[in-house]
């Protein structure tokens, strides 16, 4: 997966950033693999996987728990997934066009809600 190191996750609602790095699974094999088959969240921390289109995650293959945002086209929360725990389904989320899989604990450190609205905007625009 591309890092895109330059981007971050901002909470606009909150005014925080809740994701230093930002890495798409935007293909189909990208979003395909996601963070199956790794035994541990690789990626550096404060990073965030943005997986679209997307409107349901599972965790089969995966060794941890990982937080999950399903958010809209507008980037407004619609679903908040705080410790989706390995070998579990997510419920299908209609109204979601993609997912943010995020380290564990990232949700109540952020203090993320529904409705908050997010975006993914270049580091040097803060």
């Known amino acids: ?13 909150r005014g925080n950033v809740v994701a230093a790095r930002v890495v798409r699974a935007d293909t189909f094999w990208r979003r395909l693999r996601g963070l199956m ?19 349901q995650v599972h965790t ?9 945002l ?3 086209a507008d980037f407004h929360v619609v679903q908040v997934l705080p410790q989706l725990r390995p070998n579990r389904v997510s419920p299908h989320v209609k109204s979601a066009r993609r997912v943010i899989e995020l380290p564990p604990g990232t ?8 409705r908050d609205m997010l975006a993914v905007i270049e580091a040097q625009s803060l």
């Open 1 to 13: 997966m591309a890092m895109q190191s330059s981007q971050i996750l901002y909470n606009k609602t």
């Open 60 to 68: 089969f293959f995966m060794c941890f728990a990982i937080d999950v």
């Open 70 to 72: 399903f958010v809209d």
């Open 37 to 55: 088959g790794r035994t541990r969240l690789d990626f550096p921390t404060g990073t965030a996987l943005v997986i679209t289109p997307c409107k």
């Open 107 to 114: 949700i109540a450190a952020s203090g993320i809600t529904r």
